[in-house]
């Protein structure tokens, strides 16, 4: 099974099923990191209460949170339904959240459905105790093909604050490139623009992100079997722009794991959740694997492939065991 990716787990129940006996935990349960730092709980993140005890009276300065999105390759519920869920996280994200904290919420906007979630999210947000700051773009490299609209390349992500949390991108500069032309004046008596100016081969960021590699298969922070991966870098903006080291940052849908990833990376503490045990368990085996080998992925392995290796037939189920061998 090694250097074999797999299907997305989410969407087959039968080999979904085969990975629960490999998971350390099952629902309830708590995995505590050996040197101290990060916590990764099986609990759901609308069970304020199952959250609160996970948090052992620590307060996150930062939540970065990337839940189903409401859409075709999610599954979709009533938007309505919808909203009401995630009123219920915000509200366990206000009971953990420190007064001086910020919260990225990473959203989808389906533009065949009246651009929900995204519209009916931004509405209910204006009842709950947070600060609209920007709303950022990250680009994707490939979108999916249309010929009677514009071409869909592009991922929301909702920045919100309360109190006077931390806030260091102003002294990040990056490998953003100027692409950007105009802002036109006379300098000595000559007229210039923006490129010319500036010294910088690059710029801060903004709320337009160009510079990030969208995650697929040959990179090798690629989880195969999860969906919908963010980027490492993206995440690592994230927590270094609103984290100081040695704070505590939440994530409650951490399906792969890149959240925890980018903490380990930046030296900040990680306490995630899923209500899933298969991610629990990715998310676990992710760290180890960055520890062990300073990999952020398996590229075109999977989180199970020693396991697999020894026991395929048993674990996935002959009707889908031809697309774990391609990856499907």
Not at 279 to 284: A, G, L, M, R
Request: proline content about 5%; charged content about 25%; hydrophobic content about 35%.
């Amino acid at each position: 099974m090694k250097h074999m990716p797999l299907p997305r787990i989410d969407a087959n129940t039968k080999l979904h099923d085969g990975l629960l006996k490999y998971c350390r935990l099952s629902p309830g349960q708590v995995w505590h990191d050996p040197e101290g730092r990060h916590r990764v709980g099986c609990l759901d993140a609308v069970d304020a209460p199952a959250v609160e005890a996970f948090m052992e009276g620590e307060k996150a300065v930062l939540a970065v949170q990337d839940p189903p999105y409401n859409m075709v390759a999610f599954g979709t519920a009533d938007p309505d339904v919808y909203v009401d869920w995630c009123a219920r996280w915000i509200d366990t994200v206000d009971c953990i959240l420190s007064s001086d904290g910020s919260l990225y919420v990473w959203l989808g906007a389906d533009q065949q459905n009246h651009f929900q979630p995204l519209a009916d999210f931004m509405i209910m947000m204006r009842k709950k105790p947070f600060k609209s700051r920007s709303f950022i773009t990250l680009r994707n490299q490939r979108g999916y093909g249309t010929q009677k609209n514009w071409m869909a390349v592009r991922q929301e992500l909702l920045y919100y604050t309360r109190g006077n949390p931390v806030f260091h991108v102003a002294a990040e500069y990056t490998d953003i490139p100027k692409i950007l032309r105009g802002y036109y004046k006379d300098v000595a008596g000559v007229r210039t623009e923006n490129l010319q100016r500036g010294r910088s081969e690059t710029i801060r960021a903004g709320n337009v992100w160009v510079d990030i590699q969208q995650v697929f298969y040959r990179m090798e922070e690629n989880v195969s079997g999860c969906f919908a991966q963010k980027p490492c870098k993206a995440i690592e903006r994230i927590v270094q722009a609103g984290s100081c080291p040695g704070d505590c940052v939440v994530d409650f849908f951490c399906h792969s794991g890149t959240t925890l990833v980018a903490c380990e990376r930046s030296r900040r503490r990680c306490f995630c959740v899923d209500h899933d045990p298969v991610f629990c368990e990715i998310t676990i085996r992710r760290l180890e694997r960055l520890r062990a080998t300073g990999k952020t992925g398996w590229q075109a392995g999977n989180p199970f492939e020693n396991e697999l290796e020894n026991d395929l037939q048993a674990v996935v189920p002959s009707d889908i065991r031809g697309q774990v061998a391609v990856g499907k």
